[in-house]
C-alpha cells in the first residue's frame, strides 16, 4: 500500500450505503444524509446530489513499527468481503496540540500509552479497517477511518470503538462523527 | 506551524526570483525555466506563462523527537531575511521501498544512521529550510525543500547539500532536482 490512493466519501440522497445512524460523538456534527457512496481517485466530481463530501488519501504508515506491521499484515482481512455488510465512516479531527507534539511524543501517546494498534489488534480478522489522511488536503478533518464488518461483529466492533474512545490518545479529539452503514444494493460487496 | 500552509512552486517567464541554474541530480529533468515564483494558499491559479507547477503542504513534523525539535528551533533562522537573496528548491522523490518501510525503519535510516538532523543543525543559522510535503497531494515529487541563504554562505551550502546525498537515506531517492534562485525584484525580501 505505498502508493496514496484518493478517495472521496459522498453523503447524499444516492449509493449503495444506507446510513443506519449519523451522530456527532464530539464537536460539530454533520447534516444527516440517506446514502453514501464511495469514489475513487483523485480528480472525483461528486455527484450533484451530494450533501457533503469528505476527501481523503492513504499514506505511508505514521506510527506503526515493523513488528507491528507484520502483526497486523499477518491478522487483517481484506475490504470487500462479502460477508461485510456493516460499514463504519468515523471522521476525526485532532487538536492543534497534538499535531504540535514531535513524532517520539505522538508516538509515546498512540501506542505505548493508549495501545491503539495492540486494542485493534484483537478484534482482526472481524474487522477490517483502511485509514484515509485528509488534514494535508486542507479538509476540515483530519482523518478519515472506514470499517467493515459482518453483521455478527455488530456487538464486537461496538467494544472496539468504546475502548479506542476511553484511551489517553482520544483526549486529544476535538471533533468525532460516527456513521454507522449498511450495504444495500443488488450487486454483492465489491472490494473498496 | 501546526496549519497545514498550502504553496504552489511556478516556474515560467515571471517571478521575482531569477533561476541561476535548474539541474536534475537523479531521474528525469524539469524543463529550464528563467524565473520562478511562489503563491501561497491550497486554491492558487497559476498564471497562464507557467511553464511547470510543483505543489505542496506543510505538516506536522514526521521524524523528529522533541529535544531535536528544541535544538533545531532554538537555532534556525526565519524564512524572508533581507540578506537571503540566494535560495534554492529542491524537489525530491523517494523510491517505493522506502515508503514501504515502517515508521521505525525509516527513522532509523533518517537519524540514526544518516543523521540527517544533525548534519542539518551544523549549517545553523546561516541556512534557512521549509519542508513542503508532495506525495499525498498526488503530485510527481514526495518533497519540495526550500532554502535560502546569503551570497556569503553559498559554499557553506554546497557542502550541506553533498553531505546529505552521500546519507544513506539518499540511496532512496530515485528523482532529484535542484534548482539554484536569485532574489531579483525591486522590492527587497519579504517572508515567504
Known amino acids: ?20 445512524r449519523l451522530a456527532a460523538v464530539r464537536g460539530e456534527g454533520l447534516p444527516v444524509v440517506e446514502r453514501l457512496s464511495v469514489i475513487e481517485g483523485r480528480e472525483s ?35 470487500g ?6 460499514a463504519a465512516l468515523i471522521p476525526v479531527r485532532k487538536t492543534d ?3 504540535n507534539l514531535s513524532q517520539d511524543e505522538r508516538r509515546a501517546i498512540f ?3 493508549s495501545r491503539h494498534v495492540s486494542i485493534g ?3 482482526l480478522p472481524a474487522v477490517a479497517r483502511r485509514l484515509f489522511h485528509s488534514r494535508d488536503l486542507g479538509e476540515r478533518f483530519d482523518f478519515l477511518t472506514w470499517f ?6 455488530a456487538e464486537v466492533f461496538e467494544e472496539l470503538v468504546a475502548r479506542l474512545r476511553a484511551t489517553e490518545e482520544w483526549s486529544s479529539v476535538e471533533r468525532e462523527i460516527d456513521i ?13
Open 121 to 123: 489488534l484483537e478484534y
Open 97 to 99: 496540540q497534538w499535531w
Open 1 to 20: 500500500m505505498a502508493m496514496p490512493l484518493h478517495a472521496t466519501f459522498v453523503g447524499g440522497a444516492t449509493g449503495p450505503w444506507q446510513v443506519d
Open 81 to 86: 468481503r462479502p460477508e461485510a455488510t456493516r
Open 180 to 192: 454507522r452503514l449498511v450495504w444495500d444494493a443488488e450487486t454483492r460487496r465489491r472490494p473498496l
Open 148 to 153: 467493515e464488518y459482518a453483521p455478527a461483529d
Open 45 to 79: 466530481a461528486p455527484p450533484e446530489t451530494a450533501v457533503w463530501t469528505l476527501r481523503g488519501v492513504t499514506s505511508n504508515e505514521r506510527y506503526v513499527t515493523r513488528t507491528e506491521h507484520v502483526a497486523l499484515v499477518e491478522r487483517q482481512p481484506p475490504l
Open 111 to 113: 501506542e505505548e500509552r
